[in-house]
């Protein structure tokens, strides 16, 4: 029951499959259940499955021979992961590990990858998909190449806002659905902590933000939403 709930038209994954592809992909998949930490695969690892997340946050790690991080992103709920290398690659390229206590429901990366190329429909969304995810990347490294850190860390700010901000129903204010450290978004902006940490204090004096025990409030939606378009 908890996959027929999840797995249906109203997410964009599965928009425009029939009825009979839906009811194939619910009953060829499975829900698991990870605690915070837990690894779901690692690069290298044979690509054997999808997962799509019902409840929880994800982040995407990938690192370089030396092992440090060169890319780290967070995914949250009713998403499914990871698409990049659909139909190519035979192993993952990156590990995903839950930020969260999470669900997911794991579906065969064969199966599906079956299902979507008979279905033209969806298989062009899976492409409109995959290319609004590509003009964030791009525009992440287009400001990820300034020397200007405060720019950085504004763009890795204003991507998670479009990643994993939620509406608070009491406050009505937009914050982030998981805890995040200051070492994430140094991370995610190629800046040391120090560094990220004097910048955030900035934005909380200026009221962009809200910042306390690894809890993210936007204040200035506006503000990040329009780095995201420039």
Same mark, same amino acid.
């Given at each position: ?6 797995i ?11 009825d ?28 054997t ?18 092992g ?60 409109? /998909?995959q #290319?609004? *995810?590509?003009?964030?990347?791009? !525009?992440?490294? $287009?400001?990820? @190449? %300034?020397?200007?850190t405060?720019?950085?860390? /504004?763009? #890795?700010? *204003?991507?998670?806002?479009n990643? !994993?901000?939620e $509406?608070?129903? @009491? %406050?009505g ?5 998981c805890?995040?450290?200051i ?9 040391t902590?120090? @560094? %990220? ?7 909380v ?8 025990h ?16 420039n």
């Amino acid at each position: 029951m908890e996959i027929e709930k999840a797995i249906t038209r109203h997410n964009k994954h599965f928009q425009y499959f029939t009825d009979q592809e839906l009811d194939l992909i619910q009953h060829n998949s499975l829900v698991r259940k990870y605690h915070k930490r837990q690894v779901l695969y690692s690069p290298g690892d044979d690509r054997t499955n999808l997962y799509f997340l019902k409840a929880g946050t994800i982040r995407i790690e990938k690192t370089d021979s030396s092992g440090e991080f060169i890319y780290l992103q967070f995914i949250s709920k009713e998403d499914l992961f990871p698409l990049i290398g659909l139909f190519y690659d035979d192993v993952y390229s990156s590990a995903a590990i839950a930020q969260t206590d999470i669900e997911v429901i794991v579906i065969p990366v064969k199966f599906f990858e079956h299902l979507l190329s008979n279905n033209t429909q969806q298989l062009t969304k899976y492409i409109q /998909i995959q #290319s609004d *995810a590509l003009k964030i990347k791009l !525009l992440k490294i $287009q400001k990820g @190449t %300034t020397s200007n850190t405060y720019d950085r860390v /504004i763009t #890795s700010l *204003a991507i998670l806002f479009n990643d !994993l901000a939620e $509406q608070n129903q @009491t %406050t009505g204010q937009m914050e982030l659905s998981c805890p995040i450290t200051i070492t994430d978004i140094s991370i995610m902006s190629g800046t040391t902590r120090e @560094t %990220t940490s004097s910048i955030m204090k900035q934005l909380v004096q200026t009221n962009r933000i809200c910042y306390n025990h690894k809890q993210l409030i936007f204040l200035d939606n506006t503000f990040f939403i329009e780095r995201l378009k420039n």
